[in-house]
């Protein structure tokens, strides 16, 4: 079924609609930054990382812009651990998780018989593979898009804040060479890994290194781990904007379930640096860093900065 569905919303991301939403993420960002309280202590996390996400999932979506934070909220709420601070328990969570299909099944059928947008939701409407899924199939879809396209590129920029605070002379060295920012992107994505694993299912016996595993047996491969392979990547642990095999990372996973959006999560992360370069010295972490309480994502709940101009 996974082929079928993943091609109902591949346009999204072809090079004609990366294309046209360059223009929509360099001016939010510009805008965004812009109103950035230079020599004043914020958090990055909610002010750009989330800010930025939020309103480019919602344009994926056309979903209602007033509404954007509920795309955030509802991605914390299916990641994270039912008795966390986030939730409370898991009769919270799957309470704002049925808000979430409700509300979108509101959206998918305004738009199962209107004009054929580019958008998220009308192609999940209009496709033969995804129009009649049955509730649980559309709110597991709803998730992997909503996480896909707002924990981890929002976790990868203050993860880019957090590398380059940790190794200044790596943010001296791309202001020097600001060619290096696409290199410099793939480095964080690695260094940073925003989903430390995945779990699959053999589908027939072999061997995992000296491993023997069976068919039917469930194995988690740890992105987070493969990433600082030190027979892959020198100095794995070190954040390194040169390193010429950066993208190699297992990040994004591969195969059929390579990750949908790599080019729009690469063009938010390429256009944020190409316009933080343009206006300030350096960005520097002033307090404590708070993670997000998860094994599976990788992230921040808060970062408190101050720019340098």
């Not at 958090?43 to 930025?52: A, G, K, M, P, R």
């Not at 396209?149 to 060479?177: C, F, V, W």
Request: charged content about 25%.
């Amino acid at each position: 079924e996974h082929g079928p569905q993943r091609k109902a919303v591949t346009k999204i991301v072809a090079p004609t609609s990366l294309h046209n939403f360059e223009n929509i993420i360099r001016s939010r960002t510009q805008t965004l930054l812009d109103s950035l309280p230079v020599g004043e202590e914020f958090d990055w996390v909610d002010t750009v990382s989330i800010e930025l996400t939020t309103q480019m999932l919602a344009t994926l979506f056309d979903f209602p812009f007033e509404d954007r934070r509920k795309l955030t909220r509802w991605s914390d709420v299916s990641v994270a651990e039912a008795d966390s601070p986030i939730v409370g328990s898991q009769e919270q969570r799957i309470s704002e998780l049925m808000e979430c299909l409700e509300y979108f099944k509101r959206l998918k059928e305004a738009r199962k018989d209107g004009p054929a947008n580019l958008d998220l939701v009308t192609m999940l409407a209009q496709d033969a593979a995804t129009a009649d899924q049955p509730d649980s199939v559309f709110l597991g879809t709803l998730m992997l898009l909503i996480i896909g396209g707002n924990d981890t590129t929002r976790n990868t920029m203050s993860g880019s804040i957090n590398a380059l605070h940790q190794y200044p002379e790596q943010m001296d060295l791309l202001r020097e060479k600001p060619e290096l920012i696409d290199n410099m992107v793939s480095e964080v994505v690695r260094w940073q890994t925003p989903l430390s694993h995945m779990r699959r299912t053999v589908v027939e016996d072999t061997m995992i290194g000296n491993q023997p595993v069976k068919k039917g047996d469930k194995v988690v491969m740890w992105y987070y781990s493969g990433n600082r392979d030190e027979s892959i990547f020198e100095n794995a642990d070190a954040f390194d904007i040169t390193r010429s095999n950066a993208r190699n990372s297992v990040s994004f996973g591969f195969g059929v379930h390579r990750c949908l959006g790599i080019r729009l999560a690469e063009l938010q992360m390429r256009i944020l640096w190409q316009e933080i370069l343009a206006r300030w010295t350096k960005i520097e972490i002033v307090g404590d860093v708070e993670r997000v309480e998860s094994n599976f994502v990788n992230g921040y709940s808060k970062m408190p900065v101050r720019i340098i101009k």
